[in-house]
């Protein structure tokens, strides 16, 4: 399947909409990732989705916009240190390989139990030249430690069952980052009172292309 010839051009547009600085390298990247993605899930069935347009916004475009407050992040609690991140639930590496592609100084690992889909992703290492990313075949639970200081997932599990499968592996003083659509109310009065983790703070990410709402729900100790 092709590629639209002006997806390097819109890639380039969504992060200026986000006041995302990406290099040509990175772009390009992204670009190969959307190829690759759409190549792979006519076998491996990565994604739901099978139009370019869909991927590069429902799936490009909302990792990238993860990517700001990510960066406040950094900025105010980590003073741009890196450090390493796991991606729960990492499906064909989303948002995990935007996040190797963008900081190439962390290290990354996705994480899924299907392993048609951590095979993707290992080659994915070597296609887009990432050093920084690793992929592991099994639930999350059952791995060794992998000393994380931040976890994401997107669309993987309740906050409740987030954070309770995956705290083995964060760090103290560690973080919890998952993507949602609507402000889960349920999902946080749940976490409240049946587990000792903290909502830190909401944030309402702005999607570029994408006329739905979503949001970053920050989670620690």
Not at 11 to 26: E, F, H, P, R
Not at 100 to 118: G, N, R, S
Request: proline share 4%; glycine share 6%.
């Amino acid at each position: 399947m092709e590629i639209a010839t002006d997806y390097r051009n819109r890639i380039a547009d969504a992060a200026q909409k986000l006041d995302l600085v990406l290099s040509d390298l990175q772009i390009g990247q992204l670009l190969k990732y959307v190829h690759s993605l759409l190549k792979w899930n006519r076998t491996y069935n990565l994604t739901a989705l099978r139009a370019p347009d869909q991927v590069l916004i429902h799936h490009i475009f909302d990792s990238l916009a993860l990517i700001p407050p990510f960066l406040k992040y950094l900025d105010t609690n980590r003073k741009g240190e890196p450090g390493t991140l796991v991606d729960v639930g990492s499906g064909g590496g989303l948002p995990g390989v935007v996040l190797a592609i963008c900081f190439p100084d962390w290290q990354v690992y996705c994480v899924d139990a299907v392993e048609k889909k951590t095979a993707f992703l290992r080659q994915l290492r070597g296609a887009l030249q990432l050093p920084n990313l690793q992929a592991c075949h099994g639930r999350i639970e059952q791995l060794s430690n992998l000393n994380a200081d931040v976890i994401v997932s997107r669309a993987f599990a309740s906050l409740q069952d987030f954070v309770e499968l995956s705290s083995k592996h964060l760090k103290a003083h560690g973080v919890f980052i998952a993507m949602k659509g609507l402000t889960p109310e349920k999902e946080i009065q749940d976490l409240t009172l049946h587990t000792d983790w903290k909502i830190w703070h909401i944030d309402t990410l702005e999607v570029p292309d994408l006329n739905a709402q979503r949001c970053l729900v920050w989670i620690r100790s």
